[in-house]
Structure formats: C-alpha cells, structure tokens
C-alpha cells in the first residue's frame, strides 16, 4: 500500500540553525501539508500547498518557515533560524487521490525535530 | 470558535472491557468527523471517518456516530485488546483539501 515516507526521523540542531524536512507524498496525490506536535499536546495544523502554491497556512507558520515542491516527488519544509520552541514531531501528510476522487489525509511517520 | 474537545486520558482500562472516549465539536456547517489513533512510536493513521449528520463510521471493532443534535462524534469499542493501547485524536475537516483539527488525544492503555 503506498505509505507517505519522512527524513530524517529524528533530527537535531542547535539554535539558530537551518533545518529541512523531507516528505515523499503518496505519487498520485495533489494536497499537501504539514503539522506539528509538540511533545503532550494536540496536533496541529501549519501550512497546505497545492497547485505548487500555499493554499493556507497557520499563525504559526510564520517567515521563518517555508515549503517547497522541488520535483515531482519531494515536499519539503525549512525552517530557517530554528528556537527552542520549535522542538516538536513535524508530521507531512498527502490527499487528493486523483485516481480515486478520495481526499482522505495520509499522514507520514514523522520526524523528531530537538533544538539545543 | 471552531474546535474539538475530547475527554482528557490517561484511560486505562482492562482487556475486554468496554470503551467510550467522548469527543465534541464545536463549528459552523456540517464538517466531516474523524478519529485518528497513533500506537507508540508511530505516526497518525485514519481509525475511522464520518461525513454526515447519522453516519456511523467503523474499523477494528471501533464505532463512532456522527451525531447533529448533540454535535458529538464519541467512539466506542465493545472489547477493548491490549494491541488498542495508543493515543486516539479526535478531529473534523470542513471540505475536501481543507486542514484537519485535532483534539488534544486521549491516551488509552489496556491492561491484560
């Protein structure tokens, strides 16, 4: 069964570094998005990007995060100045089954993100 | 505002017993209801769904029912397994692509 896949799955930086998430969406699908969870507490949701644009995002996704469709299998998500605050299970998921109309929400496994 | 509550965990329960984790939700229109459950260690996975008013979504054994009158979505298992210990979010997504709204997770561990 196609599954969306995540890299690394635990990450760590310092404070103030670069970090980039990598997601492999399921192939046939056109919705994308993150969410975070911070560790004990709910889901929740940051940005979606369809049609190679953000098509909503979240107070929390703010300028220092971006997302990026560099080819036709990654999505990605930079945050580029990293705080302490921002240690959290990052979570892609993928919808839009262009070969079923189902828009059911896959979720990948996650990565780790622990900032120093 | 537009959200989701669900009874707070730790529910720790024995095998075979029955199980309700209450979930409600608060919106405008008629969202679709889902819950998710994430074992240890792991990532979300969709348990079961409902997209209208009625509908009864299920899955392993799970059931919940897509109630108006009472905007509540509470799922239920009628013999719980240990294998269910896990984290179980209740949510609701207004349209199709739209973001997911998640509950804060019940955690449920079940004794043998």
């Known amino acids: 069964e196609p599954e969306v896949t995540q890299t690394p799955s635990h990450q760590v930086t310092q404070m103030g570094q670069e970090v980039i998430l990598r997601c492999v969406p399921i192939?046939?699908?056109?919705?994308f998005y993150w969410y975070r969870q911070i560790l004990g507490q709910k889901v929740e949701f940051l940005v979606s990007?369809?049609?190679?644009?953000?098509?909503?995002k979240s107070e929390i996704f703010d300028d220092q995060f971006s997302v990026e469709r560099p080819d036709g299998s990654n999505f990605t998500l930079k945050i580029r100045s990293t705080k302490l605050e921002d240690s959290a299970m990052y979570f892609c998921?993928?919808?839009?089954?262009?070969?079923?109309?189902?828009?059911?929400?896959?979720f990948g496994p996650g990565t780790r993100l622990t900032v120093t | 505002g537009n959200s989701v509550t669900q009874m707070e965990g730790p529910v720790t329960l024995s095998e075979e017993a029955f199980l309700t984790i209450n979930c409600t939700y608060t919106?405008?229109?008629?969202?679709?209801l889902f819950w998710y459950v994430q074992y240890p260690g792991e990532g979300l996975q969709l348990l079961l769904k409902?997209?209208?008013?009625?509908d009864k979504g299920s899955n392993k054994g799970f059931e919940a029912t897509y109630r108006k009158e009472t905007t509540s979505f509470h799922l239920e298992k009628g013999s719980v397994q240990v294998s269910d210990s896990a984290v179980y979010f209740c949510?609701?997504?207004?349209?199709?692509?739209?973001?997911?709204?998640f509950g804060s997770g019940t955690r449920l561990s079940i004794r043998p």
């Open positions: 998921a993928s919808s839009g089954d262009t070969g079923t109309g189902g828009y059911e929400q896959y």
């Open positions: 192939s046939n699908h056109l919705y």
């Open positions: 990007f369809y049609n190679n644009e953000i098509s909503e």
């Open positions: 919106a405008t229109g008629y969202p679709s």
């Open positions: 409902a997209t209208k008013a009625d």
């Open positions: 949510a609701r997504r207004y349209s199709s692509a739209s973001k997911i709204i």
